[in-house]
């Protein structure tokens, strides 16, 4: 008997995690929807094409409905997988950072999510499928200069905790660590060295594992899972020590 296709959705697709988990599931032969601010003719590859590509801006207050139209138009009243996954983040003190930039950053990490994963909520059900939403480790312990990045992600992982009481909806928040995606650039930050962090498709690989599993929440790679613990139970020696390594 044959397998049924899944249909996945997934934002952020065009960079990054998002790209390397389109890889994965275009592999698996699921139907894609992918989601992404760019314009079609501008991207590489078999994976974008008008019957996969759903272009929407995801800092605007109508991207649920662009996403909702592009799925009646392609007669998909079905998803598998709602895959969380854009984000953007900027790199300075709250203190200089545009208020424009701050709210970009709220509407496409936080806003975004909320917005579509009401809107798809009966998508999802009839499936019995869930929305999994990609957070970060930057949410358990203090990132400064990442300020606004990582309360985006902090409510991110309040939001899947309450949804998972609430029962109505099957959510499921994995939190990778710093990967080796073009946030880093676009966010302004110059110095680090990325090189070190992994890379997307590795990431991408290991989220995709959890996705087929039955956590609730989880946390990619045996020292992001030591860091976030040791944000969440020792916050008062964290923030010392970041503050002295400050001055």
Request: net charge positive; charged share 25%; hydrophobic share 40%.
């Amino acid at each position: 008997m044959a397998r049924a296709r899944k249909t996945v959705l997934i934002t952020g697709a065009t960079d990054g995690i998002g790209r390397a988990l389109a890889e994965i599931y275009r592999a698996r032969d699921e139907r894609l929807v992918l989601v992404g601010r760019r314009p079609l003719d501008s991207l590489e590859g078999v994976l974008y094409t008008e019957e996969t590509y759903c272009k929407a801006d995801l800092s605007k207050q109508d991207c649920a409905d662009q996403v909702c139209s592009f799925l009646s138009s392609r007669e998909i009243e079905s998803l598998d997988l709602a895959i969380h996954n854009a984000a953007t983040g900027y790199y300075g003190s709250v203190a200089d950072q545009p208020g424009s930039v701050i709210r970009e950053v709220v509407a496409v990490n936080l806003l975004a999510p909320l917005r579509l994963t009401h809107a798809l909520v009966p998508h999802v059900k009839n499936t019995g499928g869930k929305h999994v939403l990609i957070g970060s480790i930057a949410h358990a312990f203090p990132c400064p200069e990442f300020a606004v990045y990582a309360a985006t992600k902090e409510a991110l992982d309040v939001f899947g905790r309450n949804l998972r009481v609430e029962g109505d909806v099957n959510v499921q928040v994995i939190h990778p660590g710093a990967t080796q995606t073009g946030i880093h650039r676009k966010s302004g930050r110059r110095d680090g060295n990325t090189g070190a962090f992994p890379p997307a498709e590795r990431v991408a690989r290991r989220i995709a594992r959890v996705i087929d599993g039955r956590r609730s929440v989880a946390t990619i790679g045996l020292r992001n899972r030591w860091l976030r613990l040791c944000g969440r139970y020792c916050d008062g020696v964290i923030e010392a020590l970041m503050r002295w390594r400050a001055k």
